[in-house]
T-cell receptor, first 113, second 118 residues
């Protein structure tokens, strides 16, 4: 039972345009959401997070949007740059199990020139 | 500042062999985690620890054991290796439980250990 789903295994975006990565979750108890970025042969690195009390969080070129009623979040990257090419993981945790973070299967983003 | 260090980076095991994946962090983090990543899949939590002497199971603990005798170290033990344990293993740590404010709950990952069981 996948509690966090990233239904697009891959995405290709032209440099300079907007990249939108999507994530759906099934557990309504999740109250904290994170995005991680992973380059080949490296561990994931934290990118941005959002608490369930917010619907938007921005950090430079990265914005995460949360729609609790739809159990959906998205990561927007504007403008997309070649260095953004990586695998992006969506993750979530719930307060009652605060030590566990559940990850999605990842979306491979490729930025083409 | 080394962060999270995992050893070995690569290992090939025969079925039935045992081994320990080492993980050390120098950030004085209380929380430590072991995840595995299979091809095309997300990271699955194997075990985690909220402090020295305290460990708990994650989503996929079968076939593994952990210990946390110090804050810095969190080794993962594989007993009787099986082909299903072929995976990339990531150790991670965080200062506190996942959650706001930023700067406390984010996980810091090691570079991973690629294990093949033949």
């Amino acid at each position: 039972d996948q509690q966090v789903k990233q239904n697009s295994p891959s995405l290709s975006v032209q440099e300079g345009r907007i990249s939108i990565l999507n994530c759906d979750y099934t557990n309504s108890m999740f109250d904290y959401f994170l995005w991680y970025k992973k380059y080949p042969a490296e561990g994931p690195t934290f990118l941005i997070s959002i608490s369930s009390i917010k619907d938007k969080n921005e950090d430079g070129r990265f914005t995460v949007f949360l729609n609790k009623s739809a159990k959906h979040l998205s990561l927007h990257i504007v403008p997309s740059q070649p260095g953004d090419s990586a695998v992006y993981f969506c993750a979530a945790s719930e307060d009652s199990s605060a030590s566990k973070i559940i990850f999605g299967s990842g979306t491979r983003l490729s930025i083409r020139p | 500042n080394a962060g999270v260090t995992q050893t070995p980076k690569f290992r090939i095991l025969k079925i039935g062999q045992s081994m320990t994946l080492q993980c050390a962090q120098d950030m004085n983090h209380n929380y430590m985690y072991w995840y595995r990543q299979d091809p095309g899949m997300g990271l699955k939590l194997i075990y985690y620890s909220v402090g020295a002497g305290i460990t708990d199971k994650g989503e996929v603990p079968n076939g593994y054991n952990v210990s946390r005798s110090t804050t810095e170290d969190f080794p993962l033990r594989l007993e009787l290796a099986a082909p299903s344990q072929t995976s990339v293993y990531f150790c991670a740590s965080s200062y506190s439980r996942p959650g706001p404010p930023r700067g406390t709950g984010e996980l810091f990952f090691g570079e991973g250990s690629r294990l093949t069981v033949l």
